[in-house]
């Protein structure tokens, strides 16, 4: 079962660190990126069972949200970096990312497919991330917005393209795709889970 507590930044940094790991088994950071208005923070909350809204608030800097995560036997922390995905906060972003275990990029089928934009926001997140084939780096990528269906402007085969473009382009990351709405929940609970459980299954395969 999911459940969670949410911090704004400030919140969170008056926490002390033994209160937010106390006894947990692994400690997790994951970070969710992509162009602003996608739907990053809807979809973290629908999957922390914060339910939706239509109205929105663009994420300032980054929020930090912590969610105990119990798998199998293990339990962990799993703090959720939400990274604000409008250009005017992209100087801040590479503060975000380093020590990430995974990540969730999105982007929106409402809107027209860029997939050089895709690439900036890989080669900015491999700044700071250096995956390799001794420690795998999971990344979901979600076709986000599905529920608008008279609004989709990024087709099935152009979603596939995508997948493509990830494995061919990026090998070292350890990717899966997923399309997902933040408003029905389509695909949201297996996209956050296959990122998590896989990296908890990872990080237990080096032990
Ligand atoms: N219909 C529909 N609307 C969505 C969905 N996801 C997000 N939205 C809407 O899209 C808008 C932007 O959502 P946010 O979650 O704030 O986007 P964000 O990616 O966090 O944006 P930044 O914080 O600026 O980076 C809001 O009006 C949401 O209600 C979805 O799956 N379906
Ligand atoms: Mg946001």
């Known amino acids: 079962m999911v459940y969670c507590l949410y911090f704004s930044p400030k919140a969170f940094l008056q926490l002390s660190h033994s209160e937010i790991v106390a006894r947990d088994d692994y400690q997790l950071k994951f970070i969710l990126l992509g162009d602003g ?3 990053k923070t809807s979809l973290r909350k629908k ?10 608030l663009k994420t300032i800097g ?21 990274i604000a995905g409008q250009d005017e906060f992209r100087f801040a972003r590479q503060l975000y990312y380093g020590g990430a275990n995974a990540a969730i990029f999105v982007f929106d089928t409402t809107s027209v497919l860029d997939l ?15 995956p390799s084939e001794l420690e795998p780096f999971y990344l979901a990528i979600l076709a986000n917005k599905i529920d608008l269906k008279d609004e989709q402007k990024v087709g099935e ?7 493509s473009m990830f ?16 408003l029905t ?5 297996d996209a956050f889970n296959w990122v998590i459980e896989n990296t908890i299954e990872f990080i237990q395969s080096k032990e």
Do not use: C, H
């Open 62 to 82: 980054v929020d930090m949200a912590y969610l105990p995560y119990q798998y199998e036997e293990f339990s962990s922390s799993v703090v959720i970096w939400d």
């Open 185 to 189: 929940g389509e695909g949201v609970d």
């Open 47 to 56: 999957y922390m069972g914060m339910g939706f809204t239509q109205e929105y």
């Open 116 to 130: 050089d934009k895709i690439r900036w926001w890989m080669d900015d997140l491999l700044k700071k991330i250096t």
């Open 37 to 39: 208005r996608v739907g």
């Open 157 to 163: 085969q152009e979603i596939k393209n995508v997948k």
């Open 167 to 182: 494995e061919d382009e990026y090998p070292l990351l350890t990717t899966t795709l997923y399309k997902t709405s933040a």
